[in-house]
């Protein structure tokens, strides 16, 4: 699944900033962005390459592909739907299509009725704890 381009990603996009200040984007982005193969090649000093819903953040909307999961956390408050975490394993981030068992024969061909997009499956983020606490 290719991430939208700019223009896509700002055209769906919510008005509205996502965060309320600087704390709150940090810190919801240090537990997703900043793991993230999307966001890598930023990382990794070729922002041109990083991702798009981090610049529609910082322009002060939402992106839509940011669904809200818990309003008063400050780790989880959005889940990406782009997220895919660095430590999950795989080679790339397209998933790859569940062969057929050997042997097995096929009732009716596969490929007209595979959805183009994935299913949200939990990822390493959602079975780590928070270590740091957050106190006012």
């Not at 993230?36 to 000093?45: F, H, I, M, T």
């Not at 790859?96 to 061909?109: M, S, V």
Request: aromatic share 8%.
């Amino acid at each position: 699944m290719t991430l939208p381009t700019y223009e896509q990603a700002m055209g769906t996009s919510r008005e509205g900033a996502p965060f309320s200040n600087g704390t709150e984007g940090e810190c919801w982005m240090g537990q997703h962005c900043y793991r993230c193969v999307n966001d890598k090649p930023a990382r990794e000093g070729r922002e041109q390459d990083g991702c798009v819903l981090i610049l529609v953040a910082l322009d002060q909307r939402t992106p839509a592909e940011w669904i809200e999961d818990q309003p008063f956390s400050l780790y989880h408050r959005y889940r990406c739907l782009y997220f895919r975490d660095e430590d999950d394993g795989g080679g790339g981030s397209e998933p790859e299509p569940i062969p057929d068992p050997p042997g097995q024969l096929a009732l009716a061909p596969r490929e007209p009725l595979e959805r183009p997009a994935r299913m949200f499956a939990p990822t390493a983020q959602d079975v780590r704890p928070v270590t740091e606490a957050v106190t006012p």
